[in-house]
């Protein structure tokens, strides 16, 4: 029997030979990258050489690289679905494209190129102090194993659901792959593992394009339901922060997330770090949103063969679905299923999403943890190869460290979504920090420090109370029309109605619940304004108030600090900084001075 898809109100999905052969080569691969560099050709012998590379990675391997671990299994279910409901406003993404290039290579980069860091929070240390680089570092830690626990438990529990097997044995099993490989190969096997996964989620993405596109009768056909069915319509310049989707909400919204975690991470900076010039790391970045720009547009266009599908038959209303987030893997079941091993690629396709991830953060994880918090412990004449062992043996203890949070995360239901709000709440804050540092000089020590917790607060005030009304079912965004009328009498429903699910696939930030009604919510019954923000601003709101709070502390508490050091400026704000003597001019013009 072949990958037999029938469709349910519980899909599943039967795996064949053919569909395990995949998922062996897969593991297959990116195990024997690991092997490689950590045992064999390569070994990885230095920090340096684990952390960096050795700076041998060319531009394009460490851009993909940096792009697959960007988006994880729950962009790969939840974007799709959110096209579907929302519109095509994804596509906007690509615009955010634009700008992280300018700001990473006009900004940021430049000052962390020179600097040569290993861990991205050591600048903070150097512009600020011990404290402002501690706040950094747990924040950063606290987002990465919260956001790696949810996906770990996102594909294991798509195929646990789909094949019967326990989702602790697949994500216990998917957990312990992953740590093999970055642990005993560093940084050159996470990149050439994000390279093989990037090729087989790009493969993945075309052959649901390319099954969709003949099934929905052509791209003609796709196009004409998305413009009748409004979700073209993505152009929209209303300045309201309460709209869920608009050009703003993607214009500053986005780019402070792209942009925080792609270039002010430790887990995207340290990747452009092991290049050998800044030169590539322009190229690098610039290789970055290009894909990422692909990938989107495949993300976006699959969400509109899913409308052309079910325009007129909403699965959801007809109870087919437990959740719009599980309808790209029923619309596959749906138009695939009579394709041989495209469910099992389509499987594959969320755990490469997942893995390069997980390969990513943790590598990035071990860096920040050695070099932030373990390094002043140490002897300072520590062989190098005795630091790479304590390297291996972080990443381990960090893979159970996440294989017990998603244990947990099993049995938590509903604080999922707040536990990925939580890790959200850390972006806003250290982006500010870093910008605080680069681009204003009079900023000191308290007022980043300060400022990022006051940011945080902030970001937690509208965050947390969001994620509340949602679960509470007391607001939601509105989604665009969802049609039953070709639907059997049978099968139609009176309106939308939201179910609670024990066990489902995580509900991404970038994803809010929508409740139908016929009856008209008013003003009264909405939360207050602050809370009805949409939660693309946070990152860029957290950001902004950890600036504006710090230099208001900064100012008040400058009591005769140094000049900075325009080694810690971005080039542009250079000529605003007073030059700052060394040794022999302030020797010459003492002795000057002395003569008049």
């Not at 790696?148 to 019967?164: D, E, M, N, Q, R």
């Not at 943890?369 to 300072?380: A, H, M, R």
């Not at 159970?400 to 972006?427: F, K, N, W, Y």
């Not at 939201?498 to 009856?519: C, D, E, G, W």
């Amino acid at each position: 029997m072949n990958s037999s898809m029938t469709l349910q109100n519980s899909t599943r999905i039967t795996l064949e030979w053919y569909d395990y052969t995949i998922f062996s080569i897969m593991f297959a691969v990116s195990t024997s990258a690991g092997i490689y560099y950590g045992c064999l050709g390569k070994k990885q012998k230095t920090i340096s050489g684990y952390l960096l590379g050795n700076k041998r990675i060319n531009a394009l391997p460490i851009a993909l690289s940096v792009a697959v671990g960007h988006f994880s299994a729950i962009t790969l279910m939840v974007a799709p679905a959110d096209v579907y409901k929302y519109g095509a406003f994804q596509w906007l993404g690509c615009i955010s494209m634009v700008l992280l290039v300018i700001l990473s290579v006009y900004i940021y980069f430049p000052v962390f190129f020179n600097l040569q860091l290993t861990s991205a929070y050591e600048y903070l240390e150097r512009r600020f102090d011990k404290k402002t680089k501690l706040l950094a570092s747990i924040l950063y830690l606290l987002c990465e194993f919260i956001f790696l626990a949810v996906a770990v438990y996102t594909p294991s529990l798509a195929l646990s659901t789909s094949t019967g097997i326990h989702v602790h044995l697949i994500s216990s099993t998917t957990c312990a792959i992953c740590v093999f490989y970055t642990a005993i190969g560093g940084l050159q096997t996470v990149v050439w593992t994000d390279l093989f996964q990037f090729g087989v989620i790009i493969v993945s993405m075309l052959t649901v394009s390319i099954i969709g596109t003949i099934s929905s009768g052509g791209f003609i056909s796709v196009w004409e339901n998305a413009l009748k069915g409004d979700r073209l319509n993505i152009f929209d310049f209303d300045p309201n922060p309460t709209k869920r989707d608009s050009f703003w909400t993607y214009f500053f919204g986005y780019t402070a997330h792209f942009t925080n975690y792609i270039s002010l991470t430790q887990s995207g900076l340290q990747k452009f770090l092991a290049l050998p010039t800044f030169r590539e790391s322009v190229w690098s970045v610039i290789y970055v949103a290009i894909s990422l720009s692909i990938v989107y547009t495949f993300i976006v266009f699959i969400g509109l063969l899913m409308y052309a599908q079910y325009s007129k038959c909403d699965p959801f209303t007809r109870k087919k679905i437990q959740r719009h987030e599980q309808i790209l893997p029923y619309y596959i079941m749906d138009v695939a299923g009579h394709v041989p091993g495209v469910s099992g690629f389509f499987l594959v396709a969320l755990f490469c999403a997942s893995l390069s991830t997980i390969s990513s953060s943790l590598n990035g994880i071990a860096g920040v943890i050695y070099k932030d918090f373990l390094y002043k412990f140490l002897n300072e004449n520590i062989k190098e190869k005795t630091v790479t062992n304590i390297l291996k043996l972080i990443v381990a203890l960090c893979g159970i460290a996440i294989i017990g949070l998603v244990l947990i995360m099993q049995h938590l239901g509903d604080i999922i979504p707040l536990a990925t709000s939580i890790a959200a709440m850390s972006q806003g804050p250290s982006m500010g920090m870093f910008t605080l540092g680069v681009l204003f000089p009079k900023a000191n020590a308290e007022g980043a420090f300060y400022g990022a917790i006051g940011g945080f607060i902030f970001t937690a005030s509208i965050g947390m109370p969001l994620k509340f009304y949602n679960l509470e079912k007391t607001f939601a965004y509105p989604s665009k029309s969802l049609s039953v009328e070709n639907c059997s009498a049978s099968n139609q429903t009176a309106e939308f109605e939201f179910q609670h699910i024990n066990h489902s696939l995580v509900q991404s930030s970038t994803s809010s619940p929508y409740f139908a009604s016929k009856r008209k919510r008013t003003e009264e019954k909405l939360p207050p304004f602050m809370f009805r923000i949409s939660h693309f601003y946070h990152t860029f709101l957290g950001a902004l108030v950890t600036v504006m709070l710090g230099l208001v502390i900064s100012y008040f508490t400058n009591k005769g600090d140094s000049i900075t050091d325009k080694t810690f400026l971005t080039p542009f704000v250079h000529k605003f900084v007073p030059h700052k003597l060394d040794k022999r001019e302030m020797q010459n013009l003492v002795k000057h001075t002395r003569n008049k």
